[in-house]
């Protein structure tokens, strides 16, 4: 479980050097034409926030496997696709699970993508790991349904949570009809009920759970955000019922 803060930013780009930036190199290296038609990849190749996360996600599943039982059985909910979306299709058994509500393109070279709601989709089978990066609590809200869901079916949950402990809300509209809705975005009071449920599955050291005092720390921090508006990114890792 860890927060990450402008330390970790530092120590991941070496004092902001794109030269030494493992995801940029990679993404570069992986690149094709028409990767450049999809947000998440170009979100991905301006913000070196969001590559220092992803970094921390999937650089395991990045490296090639020595052997084919090494191969893990992935999906990856609301990830998006990028470069290195390929990448990871070549290394593991790997799905996505996205409705690619900021792109309409086919996704090049790429068939195993669900594109549909997540809460629908059919998750019956043992994963290794299942991982979320950055869709929850703030684009959905649905946190604890997802664990839910999710939790009877891999060995490893893997997620990156954001978070607002300031007045953030929005105006949305409903798609089915013209009602207008405010929401509110998760701040650190919320999200710490929300995991206190589930800290005896949240990675501790080794796999032991952590306290009430640990998760709210990090949902509580008195370091200042890497974001202008303020959000504070989160990531940890529950152990399934697979496991």
Not at 28 to 48: G, I, N, V
Not at 61 to 73: A, I
Not at 133 to 161: H, S, V
Request: with cysteine; net charge negative.
């Amino acid at each position: 479980m860890k927060l990450f803060n402008s330390k970790d930013l530092d120590e991941y780009v070496n004092l902001n050097s794109n030269e030494e930036d493992p995801i940029l190199l990679s993404m570069l290296a992986h690149e094709a034409k028409e990767d450049k038609d999809f947000t998440s990849h170009r979100w991905l190749l301006e913000s070196s926030v969001q590559r220092m996360a992803y970094y921390h996600m999937y650089i395991d599943l990045l490296k090639t496997p020595k052997g084919f039982d090494t191969k893990k059985t992935v999906i990856d909910v609301g990830g998006g696709y990028c470069s290195l979306t390929r990448l990871l299709d070549l290394n593991h058994n790997y799905w996505l699970f996205d409705i690619m509500a900021h792109d309409i393109y086919p996704i090049p070279g790429y068939c195993r993508l669900v594109s549909e709601d997540w809460y629908e989709a059919p998750v019956t089978c043992k994963y290794d790991i299942i991982i979320a990066n950055g869709l929850f609590p703030n684009t959905d809200q649905r946190l604890g349904l997802f664990i839910e869901k999710m939790l009877p079916n891999c060995k490893e949950l893997r997620l990156l949570l954001t978070f607002y402990n300031n007045s953030r809300f929005y105006k949305t509209k409903r798609v089915d009809c013209e009602e207008i809705l405010y929401n509110s975005a998760w701040n650190g009071d919320q999200l710490a009920l929300m995991l206190n449920r589930y800290k005896y599955r949240i990675e501790g050291d080794p796999w032991n759970g952590v306290t009430d005092e640990q998760i709210y720390k990090v949902t509580h921090p008195t370091t200042g955000s890497l974001f202008d508006n303020g959000r504070y990114i989160l990531m940890l890792k529950m152990r399934g019922f697979k496991s």
